[in-house]
């Protein structure tokens, strides 16, 4: 397989085989050469969709159809507005034309035969020319798919490809045709659309592929397909008739090669019984599994239809535009049990009834009416974990939406602290690399330490996978102080970062390794290695390859360790006492600089945590180290203008990715890059959908690191990760773009979600897993923490509050509790720091560097804010309040730019006009 480096623009051939062998670029198979292979064996299959023949095409109102005569499955379908873009991947029909491999228009069923055994039949196993069928009025091509399905199926399929109300709709007529019932224990359609990048420049990615995400919803679910760039219509996959979205099925018997470039294709099912019993046997699903039974000689028709949504952003416009049930959480569907949430819902028919499972899961409770005729209720999270409330219709259709449960977010952090503090506290002593003391990577299904993995950097304390559990141990004190978990970190900064992950001396001082854990038995003594793990994988570093410091990535989460102590020790008192603040921020900023020194080929792309070294800038400039802060943001500067340069500056180690983007955003917004910054922030709008669904609302995609970060095992492969850290990290720049766009609600909606998703996979007792798995047949966190810290780092940084005015749905809060009174509203914050709050309609944003906030309260006739903030602790005496928004002058001295304010034993009560 080629994968294409054409969009990055320095990239010399000298690089290639250094990218190929450092890095983790080969998911499905090991090699280039096996990718090769791999095609190669799918392209030398017989050609069986029929391609050399005819092709059939029509106009719609919307699209240009293409089909494929002989097979009658859809070979493009182009938005009339842009003709020469295909939702599908018909360029790539001359590899692809062989049996096994799906097409939009295939269909699967699985129907239990006499014996009581499921059987399957799907049109791609043994393709063949359909029988047409003689077409009139709205009916655009119909076929008889027998031909294509084997001949001892019970039923007869035929599809039809028709305009309804000018609308294309794709429908299955399925007759039994025995003369006893039928049960069809799952019922399949195939949604392929052009997501394969294999062998495209990223300009090419963005103008001609598409990610999709499935709301896996019954009848109010649909699929959202939208190209890279996030720019043009979007397509929407509805149900039309008996297509209730029930189960989002991975395809895995499709043999076009799943790889970093290529997630795979799903199905929509709207029947998932038989699988249910079988391969997801036990596995709690986002909905109950349902079969259909056809009487003797019955027919009925299974449907969708696609329509076009003018943007991404106008997508719940389109749904309500189509009378499709839409809903909407606030703050969304990860609910704290302390958080009074609300939904409205806007659909034709009133509600005849709500069911929540598990029984008291959720206290739901209606409330009013919204002037636009949403239904508008209450609701409150009682029992951790996962929840389904099933709205019925009193026209008989169902809607469920998936909310997760979690605690309090402050007792959330709290037990997430004591447990890598603790459980994940690594300190056995005559460690041979070095890795005591630290918080070190942590296997949750066997409840121990992963002290050996194959994958050396996994326990070697860097890469996102090693150093993710350090990195979160250390940004939770910057959301919630604790001061002997801090004692701890101190112990790790001096045993075990500086001299240890980092380099203290020498020409690559603050250069940053790949890992201290490495592969070499003839150096060490024998028994050091355990033999039950498989050391004979590129994984396996030795010494020296675990040594370089080439690796760009490793340095935002050092960087970001001494970017957090020092903000402990400049704005507390007493929290950190093993070095004074300035040894920290400097620290902070030659790590930023030594990135950029000592690893400059990955500099040049957006960093998962860059946004560290903006915050490392503003505090040097805060602090008047004006030489270092010239310095860092003149080399910050030459890379914000290669960016600039290039159309879509979004490459990593991947050809594609998605975690430079909040990087690429906060330095192109710093520099005023507007352009940039809305390239980037409709890339990360393209793969990151706000829908009714705990685990994709704000989920921005990610699909390898299961095999780079995730357990080594049965579940180490390609697959879409729920919540892993691209949801809070890109949560950062559509956060702050909602800021300055604050009638923007859609982004308040995705990037919200993308923060709480951020910790809805921590476990009752504090353990942070890699993410959560999305297939049917796991449904479950993975199983070690691998490089969850990159994640939490996002939720650190960006956990805030906003107070909100919706024309229609009214005062709406995220991050707190809203009530009012007359003209003033009330917010009391919830979030775990309390420390940032966003008042909406005065473009007001507050933040603290130390103290909190406990309450805000906005007089919307007036303009008056009252601000409450909590009373003092031990170690911290003094609150420092910025204020971003608002000229108005408050009677605190300042110090570095925040009003410095003395805190009592009580409440302090603040007025801002």
């Known amino acids: 397989m080629y994968i294409s480096l054409k969009n990055q623009t320095s990239t010399k051939m000298k690089h290639i085989k250094y990218w190929m062998v450092s890095t983790f670029c080969f998911v499905a198979l090991s090699t280039v050469e096996a990718q090769q292979t791999y095609w190669s064996k799918v392209?030398?299959?017989?050609?069986?969709?029929?391609?050399?023949?005819?092709?059939?095409?029509?106009?719609?109102?919307?699209?240009?159809?293409?089909?494929?005569k002989a097979s009658q499955t859809i070979a493009a379908l182009h938005p009339n507005s842009e003709p020469y873009f295909d939702f599908t991947p018909g360029e790539r029909l001359e590899i692809r034309d062989k049996d096994s491999l799906y097409h939009l228009g295939d269909i699967n069923l699985r129907i239990k035969d006499p014996n009581g055994i499921w059987k399957n039949y799907s049109t791609a196993t043994s393709r063949a020319a359909v029988k047409p069928l003689e077409v009139s009025g709205n009916i655009l091509a119909a076929a008889n798919l027998a031909n294509t399905l084997p001949n001892d199926i019970p039923v007869s399929v035929k599809r039809y490809y028709e305009l309804d109300n000018d609308q294309l709709v794709m429908r299955f007529e399925i007759t039994n045709k025995q003369n006893t019932s039928v049960e069809i224990g799952a019922l399949g359609l195939p949604m392929v659309f052009n997501n394969i990048l294999e062998g495209k420049?990223?300009?090419?990615?963005?103008?001609?592929?598409?990610?999709?995400?499935?709301?896996?919803?019954?009848?109010?679910?649909?699929?959202?397909?939208?190209?890279?760039?996030?720019?043009?219509?979007?397509?929407?996959?509805?149900?039309?008739?008996?297509?209730?979205?029930?189960?989002?099925?991975?395809?895995?018997?499709?043999?076009?090669?799943?790889?970093?470039?290529?997630?795979?294709?799903?199905?929509?099912?709207?029947?998932?019984?038989?699988?249910?019993?079988k391969e997801w046997k036990g596995v709690e699903q986002w909905n109950k599994p349902t079969s259909l039974t056809l009487e003797p000689k019955e027919t009925k028709s299974f449907s969708l239809k696609f329509v076009l949504s003018e943007g991404i952003k106008n997508i719940q416009e389109t749904l309500v535009k189509e009378e499709h049930p839409v809903a909407v959480g606030v703050p969304g569907y990860v609910l704290p049990q302390d958080v009074n949430a609300q939904l409205f819902i806007h659909y034709k028919s009133d509600i005849a009834a709500l069911e929540v499972e598990p029984k008291g899961a959720l206290d739901v409770k209606e409330e009013d009416t919204t002037p636009s005729g949403k239904k508008k209720y209450s609701v409150q999270g009682k029992k951790w974990g996962r929840a389904r409330l099933t709205v019925t219709y009193e026209d008989g259709v169902e809607q469920t939406i998936n909310y997760k449960i979690i605690k309090p977010e402050t007792e959330v952090i709290k037990d997430f602290g004591h447990f890598l503090t603790t459980e994940q506290w690594f300190d056995g002593p005559n460690d041979p690399f070095g890795r005591n003391p630290s918080?070190?990577?942590?296997?949750?299904?066997?409840?121990?330490?992963?002290?050996?993995?194959?994958?050396?950097?996994?326990?070697?304390?860097?890469?996102?996978?090693?150093a993710g559990s350090w990195l979160a141990a250390v940004v939770k004190q910057l959301v919630q102080p604790d001061k002997e978990e801090i004692k701890k970190l101190q112990a790790f900064v001096d045993e075990t970062l500086w001299g240890g992950i980092q380099y203290n001396e020498g020409p690559q001082k603050y250069g940053v390794k790949k890992s201290?854990?490495?592969?070499?038995?003839?150096?060490?003594?024998?028994?050091?290695?355990?033999?039950?793990?498989?050391?004979?994988?590129?994984?396996?570093?030795?010494?020296?390859?675990?040594?370089?410091?080439?690796?760009?990535?490793?340095?935002?989460h050092v960087a970001a360790a001494y970017w957090v102590m020092y903000r402990l020790s400049r704005y507390h008192q007493g929290l950190v006492d093993n070095h004074p603040w300035d040894w920290y921020l400097e620290n902070?900023?030659?790590?930023?600089?030594?990135?950029?020194?000592?690893?400059?080929?990955?500099?040049?792309?957006g960093q998962m945590e860059g946004s560290v070294f903006l915050f490392v800038l503003e505090d040097l400039k805060n602090e008047g180290l004006t030489e270092m802060a010239t310095d860092l943001e003149e080399r910050m500067k030459q890379r914000a203008d290669h960016w600039r340069a290039l159309d879509y500056p979004f490459g990593s180690e991947m050809p594609w990715d998605s975690t430079g983007q909040e990087e690429v955003y906060v330095w192109s917004d710093y520099f005023g890059y507007d352009r940039k910054a809305m390239v980037t922030l409709r890339a990360i709008l393209a793969y990151m959908p706000t829908m009714p669904h705990w685990g994709y609302n704000g989920n921005a995609?990610?699909?390898?690191?299961?095999?780079?970060?995730g357990k080594a095992g049965e579940t180490s492969r390609v697959e879409r990760q729920i919540h892993h850290y691209g949801s809070s990290l890109n949560a950062i720049p559509v956060l702050s773009h909602f800021r300055k766009k604050p009638d923007n609600l859609y982004l308040l909606k995705v990037g919200y979600g993308g923060l709480l998703g951020g910790i809805s996979n921590i476990t009752q007792d504090g353990f942070g897993p890699a993410a959560f798995h999305s297939y049917p047949s796991a449904l479950k966190i993975d199983g070690i923490s691998g490089d969850y810290g990159s994640g939490f780092y996002g939720y650190a940084v960006?956990?805030?509050?906003?107070?909100?005015?919706?024309?229609?749905?009214?005062?709406?809060?995220?991050?707190g509790n809203l009530s009012q009174k007359g003209d003033v509203v009330e917010v009391e914050l919830t979030t775990a720091a309390k420390s940032k709050v966003f008042i909406a309609p005065k473009k007001l944003w507050l933040t603290l560097d130390a103290g909190s906030f406990k309450k805000v309260a906005y007089n919307d006739k007036t303009g008056e804010l009252n601000l409450t903030l909590g009373s003092k602790t031990a170690h911290t005496p003094y609150a420092y309040l910025r204020v971003d928004g608002s000229d108005a002058e408050l009677p605190f001295k300042k110090v570095r730019g925040a009003y410095q304010i003395e805190l009592g034993k009580n409440e302090t009560e603040i007025k801002l006009q």
């Open 701 to 709: 995609r990610r699909y390898w690191d299961f095999l780079y970060g």
């Open 798 to 815: 960006n956990t805030s509050s906003y107070l909100v005015k919706d024309e229609d749905m009214g005062w709406l809060a995220f991050g």
């Open 201 to 277: 420049s990223l300009v090419e990615t963005h103008a001609q592929n598409v990610f999709f995400d499935p709301y896996i919803g019954k009848d109010a679910g649909y699929l959202e397909v939208k190209r890279l760039s996030g720019g043009g219509p979007a397509l929407l996959v509805l149900p039309k008739e008996n297509m209730a979205f029930e189960a989002y099925r991975p395809l895995l018997d499709d043999p076009t090669p799943k790889s970093i470039v290529f997630e795979g294709f799903h199905e929509w099912m709207a029947h998932s019984k038989a699988y249910a019993e």
């Open 43 to 68: 392209e030398k299959r017989e050609s069986t969709l029929g391609i050399a023949d005819v092709y059939q095409k029509f106009n719609t109102p919307d699209f240009q159809l293409k089909l494929v």
């Open 588 to 605: 902070a900023y030659h790590t930023s600089v030594a990135m950029v020194e000592q690893a400059p080929y990955y500099a040049q792309f």
């Open 439 to 466: 918080a070190i990577s942590y296997d949750y299904e066997k409840k121990e330490q992963v002290v050996q993995d194959g994958r050396v950097w996994i326990s070697g304390l860097s890469d996102e996978g090693g």
């Open 516 to 556: 201290i854990f490495y592969y070499e038995p003839d150096s060490l003594p024998k028994g050091t290695y355990s033999d039950k793990i498989n050391y004979n994988t590129w994984a396996a570093w030795d010494h020296k390859h675990a040594n370089d410091p080439g690796r760009s990535y490793n340095y935002p």
